[in-house]
């Protein structure tokens, strides 16, 4: 299986270093570059599956990079920021960053956003025989049906819907619908999340257990059930 290669830019060589290291133990593979300058031209040449981007660098800015890059790189980019009043959020978004950190990094925190942000630019396909039987979900008008009845859903429960169905009989969490959603709106909470599900099952007439639908998996998320 080959393995998502994962650019660091980075100037502080031992932080560079830690995380190359961690990263390889995962299963990606690395590059690192320690200065703005050099940064354009590793993109284009070893063209990574995503993008570690420290914002203050020597001679060329992670902000510059980041805006540069978006004119022919469209994979994800995650932002380290060495506290959170260095950019706002909404700001990094705009400049083309699909997801931040702040420093010191959890190594372990680092590695679950970067496989939440492959999850969402690489989808798994999803066989066709494991579509729900009874829920029909039109992408191009964005209609749902419920055995053949269209439902009156809110955008929130269509999007949250859509992600539980392309990992139909696997949960998601709340923090990776909290990601996958993030390109939508910014102001997502895992009682947010919640709100959605309760929507759906109430438009599913579902919301008494034990559910038919979706199901709460503890300390997992929720899932979509093979139908």
Same mark, same amino acid.
């Given at each position: 299986? =080959?393995?998502?290669?994962?650019?660091?830019?980075? #100037? $502080?060589?031992?932080?560079?270093? @830690?995380?190359?290291?961690? &990263?390889?133990?995962?299963?990606?593979?690395?590059?690192?570059?320690?200065?703005?300058?050099?940064?354009?031209?590793?993109?284009?040449?070893?063209?990574?599956?995503?993008?570690?981007?420290?914002?203050?660098?020597?001679?060329?800015?992670?902000?510059?990079?980041?805006?540069?890059?978006?004119?022919?790189?469209?994979?994800?980019?995650?932002?380290?920021?060495?506290?959170?009043?260095?950019?706002? =959020?909404?700001?990094?978004?705009?400049?083309?960053? #699909? $997801?931040?950190?702040?420093?010191? @990094?959890?190594?372990?925190? &680092?590695?679950?956003?970067?496989?939440?942000?492959?999850?969402?630019?690489?989808p798994q396909p999803v066989p066709m025989n494991n579509k729900h039987s009874r829920l029909g979900i039109d992408v191009d008008s964005q209609t749902v049906t419920l055995d053949g009845s269209e439902l009156t859903l809110t955008s929130a429960e269509y999007e949250m819907l859509v992600i539980l169905e392309k990992n139909i009989g696997m949960p998601v969490s709340r923090d990776d619908c909290c990601h996958m959603l993030r390109g939508i709106d910014y102001d997502f909470s895992n009682r947010s999340i919640d709100m959605r599900i309760s929507g759906l099952r109430k438009k599913f007439h579902d919301d008494k257990l034990p559910y038919k639908f979706i199901i709460t998996v503890r300390n997992k998320g929720y899932m979509l059930l093979n139908g």
């Amino acid at each position: 299986m =080959e393995k998502n290669k994962i650019l660091i830019v980075e #100037d $502080d060589a031992e932080i560079s270093r @830690l995380t190359a290291m961690y &990263l390889e133990v995962e299963g990606f593979d690395t590059l690192v570059i320690g200065d703005g300058a050099a940064a354009i031209s590793a993109i284009q040449s070893y063209i990574p599956d995503l993008i570690v981007l420290d914002l203050m660098l020597p001679n060329l800015s992670g902000i510059e990079i980041c805006k540069q890059a978006r004119i022919f790189y469209d994979g994800p980019i995650l932002v380290l920021t060495a506290c959170d009043d260095d950019v706002s =959020e909404v700001s990094l978004l705009k400049l083309g960053a #699909d $997801d931040f950190l702040t420093k010191p @990094l959890k190594p372990h925190v &680092l590695v679950a956003r970067i496989e939440a942000l492959l999850r969402r630019v690489k989808p798994q396909p999803v066989p066709m025989n494991n579509k729900h039987s009874r829920l029909g979900i039109d992408v191009d008008s964005q209609t749902v049906t419920l055995d053949g009845s269209e439902l009156t859903l809110t955008s929130a429960e269509y999007e949250m819907l859509v992600i539980l169905e392309k990992n139909i009989g696997m949960p998601v969490s709340r923090d990776d619908c909290c990601h996958m959603l993030r390109g939508i709106d910014y102001d997502f909470s895992n009682r947010s999340i919640d709100m959605r599900i309760s929507g759906l099952r109430k438009k599913f007439h579902d919301d008494k257990l034990p559910y038919k639908f979706i199901i709460t998996v503890r300390n997992k998320g929720y899932m979509l059930l093979n139908g």
